[in-house]
């Protein structure tokens, strides 16, 4: 069974960018959640998707946004890019909407903001 | 084995040592605690997780502890393997609400 597949795995961009990061759930995984990995902040949660509806949302500006497609594959883009964004984000998918605490994690998408 | 009283970034043992990493949690009303492990490049892999309800659980060589009173969370390892340096964090959570991380702390094991 493949696991959660996140792309590009490295990406650099420069202020005022955007960028598109993309998820593919494990097959049968109907629940997908965005974290934000920074070595000063640690993890942070971005939002959770379930059924295509954004379920949870964390403390994150307007610029950080996501949608789930009918497939369970998700996204997030983030618009006008700052410095601080410089992050890997990570993707986790799970079968049903958090409850247990068991995620599946990708590997990541490391993205550099110049 | 060595063990830490607070949180601290980083944990340095012996090939075959007993680990053992501590975590404060923050909520009081999460229903369960968990263990992740993320290996230098990859994603955080799930380790073990307990319910609020219950104060100790076992796995393959560890075990976790759960202290409600001072919301204190510690993760054993037994006979501790090179394998097993990476960085560990302790999530908490409730129904319908997102994990919430913890600092991590970095376990280095020496043979």
């Known amino acids: 069974k493949a696991g959660v597949t996140q792309t590009p795995r490295y990406l650099i961009k420069t202020r005022g960018q955007q960028v598109t990061l993309s998820c593919s759930p494990i097959s049968g995984h109907r629940s997908v959640s965005w974290y934000q990995q920074t070595p000063g902040q640690g993890l942070q949660f971005l939002f959770e998707?379930?059924?295509?509806?954004?379920?949870n949302k964390g403390n994150f500006p307007g610029r950080f946004s996501g949608r789930q497609f009918s497939n369970s594959r998700s996204e997030m883009n983030v618009s006008t890019l700052e410095l601080g964004d410089s992050a890997l984000y990570l993707c986790?998918?799970?079968?049903?909407?958090?409850?247990?605490?068991?995620?599946?994690f990708g590997e990541g998408s490391r993205l550099t903001v110049l | 084995g060595e063990s830490v009283g607070l949180h601290l970034p980083t944990l340095s043992v012996q090939e075959g040592d007993n680990s053992i990493i501590n975590c404060a949690y923050s909520?009081?009303?999460?229903?369960?605690f968990i263990w992740y492990k993320q290996e230098s490049g990859k994603g955080p892999q799930f380790i073990i997780d307990i319910r609020s309800n219950m104060d100790k659980r076992q796995g393959q060589r560890v075990t976790v502890l759960l202290n409600k009173t001072v919301k204190h969370l510690s993760l054993q390892i037994a006979a501790t393997q090179p394998g097993d340096s990476a960085v560990y964090f302790c999530?908490?959570?409730?129904?319908?609400?997102?994990?919430?991380f913890g600092k991590g702390t970095t376990l280095s094991v020496s043979s």
């Open positions: 986790a998918s799970s079968l049903v909407q958090t409850n247990t605490g068991e995620l599946f």
């Open positions: 999530a908490e959570g409730k129904a319908g609400t997102a994990l919430i």
């Open positions: 998707y379930f059924s295509e509806t954004q379920r």
């Open positions: 909520n009081s009303a999460s229903d369960y």
